[in-house]
């Protein structure tokens, strides 16, 4: 499994990005998906993740209503949409997958999750 992260940039408050998830190794059938990310000196927190093996999705709280997350299972590829973004949305974004995931398995925490992209920096300014 790889995957490799790209769309981090710097924004001002209000804007937004797409990060975007190339994959290779795997097929979505049947995987966990999903965004994470990590400012300084905070823990690694969920932001957006969705499971093939029992069909839902997770949002953080901060990512509810602002964020979405996607796939094109023939680019093998899967995105995160960011809108109206503030500073505490700085971070690295890292995007990761992990077969037969699951939502209800507790699939939004980061210590379920083997396969991890480089990361990628995004930056709001105020």
């Known amino acids: 499994v790889q995957l490799v992260e790209s769309g981090g940039d710097l924004v001002q408050a209000g804007g937004s990005l797409r990060l975007t998830c190339v994959t290779s190794g795997f097929s979505f059938d049947d995987y966990a998906i999903g965004w994470f990310r990590q400012a300084p000196g905070k823990e690694r927190e969920g932001v957006a993740c969705r499971s093939t093996t029992d069909g839902y999705t997770y949002y953080s709280k901060d990512a509810e209503g602002r964020f979405t997350i996607s796939s094109d299972t023939a680019k093998s590829t899967f995105y995160l949409q960011m809108n109206r973004l503030n500073p505490e949305d700085t971070a690295v974004y890292y995007c990761?997958?992990?077969?037969?995931?699951?939502?209800?398995?507790?699939?939004?925490?980061?210590?379920?999750?083997?396969?991890w992209g480089q990361g990628t920096q995004v930056t709001v300014s105020s």
């Open positions: 990761v997958a992990q077969p037969h995931g699951s939502m209800i398995g507790g699939y939004y925490l980061y210590m379920k999750y083997d396969n």
